[in-house]
T-cell receptor, first 112, second 113 residues
Framework: EDQVTQSPEALRLQEGESSSLNCSYTVSGLRGLFWYRQDPGKGPEFLFTLYSAGEEKEKERLKATLTKKESFLHITAPKPEDSATYLCAVQASYNQGGKLIFGQGTELSVKP | DAGITQSPRHKVTETGTPVTLRCHQTENHRYMYWYRQDPGHGLRLIHYSYGVKDTDKGEVSDGYSVSRSKTEDFLLTLESATSSQTSVYFC????????????FGEGSRLTVL
């Protein structure tokens, strides 16, 4: 069964304290792995797509990396405005409908 | 801005009543999706559409039906709402035929009493 597990469930950081979020996945052939940011009361906002092991993507203080079993979202010197829930999702290669399987998310809180 | 509008944004209803949620897009995308989001479960796919009148079930489709009579509109119907269908519902569109990225609407919060 295809599955996505994110850890930790919640993470509290001080401003400037770098850390990483983990997304472990089990899928029958990976077509793509996706990272989203979700603010309270809003829909998920697309951040990155990773397609193959070794690939990295960066955007401001965020960097996403991918291995054959997991992905990391590294947050360098975070600011309070980075506080949000970060969601990871995968698309299986056999999936013809573009359906994504989501993890439960990591709720990040950055204190000034 | 992905051009997705969901309505209503908030609704309170009673058990046994029918409810329809609407998703409207202005981008002319072929694929549209309905997800629900619940604490402890994350986002789960209810139904999706790959064209006008072409729909398919997701992992939690029981109790829900969908219709797509126009490219821009994707309707989710709860024929007889139950308390277990209290949730936040998100519509999404696929960014392109050869991409996997989904772009989400702002959500519709449904409470079934």
């Amino acid at each position: 069964e295809d599955q996505v597990t994110q850890s930790p469930e919640a993470l509290r950081l001080q401003e400037g304290e770098s850390s990483s979020l983990n997304c472990s996945y089990t899928v029958s052939g990976l077509r793509g792995l996706f990272w989203y940011r979700q603010d309270p009361g809003k829909g998920p906002e697309f951040l990155f797509t990773l397609y193959s092991a070794g690939e990295e993507k960066e955007k401001e203080r965020l960097k996403a990396t991918l291995t054959k079993k997991e992905s990391f979202l590294h947050i360098t010197a975070p600011k309070p405005e980075d506080s949000a829930t970060y969601l990871c999702a995968v698309q299986a290669s056999y999936n013809q409908g573009g359906k994504l399987i989501f993890g439960q998310g990591t709720e990040l809180s950055v204190k000034p | 801005d992905a051009g997705i509008t969901q309505s209503p944004r908030h609704k309170v209803t009673e058990t046994g009543t029918p409810v329809t949620l609407r998703c409207h897009q202005t981008e002319n995308h072929r694929y549209m999706y309905w997800y629900r989001q619940d604490p402890g479960h994350g986002l789960r796919l209810i139904h999706y559409s790959y064209g006008v009148k072409d729909t398919d079930k997701g992992e939690v489709s029981d109790g829900y039906s969908v219709s797509r009579s126009k490219t821009e509109d994707f309707l989710l119907t709860l024929e007889s709402a139950t308390s277990s269908q209290t949730s936040v519902y998100f519509c999404a569109i696929r960014g392109g035929e050869n991409t996997g990225e989904l772009f989400f609407g702002e959500g519709s919060r449904l409470t079934v009493l």
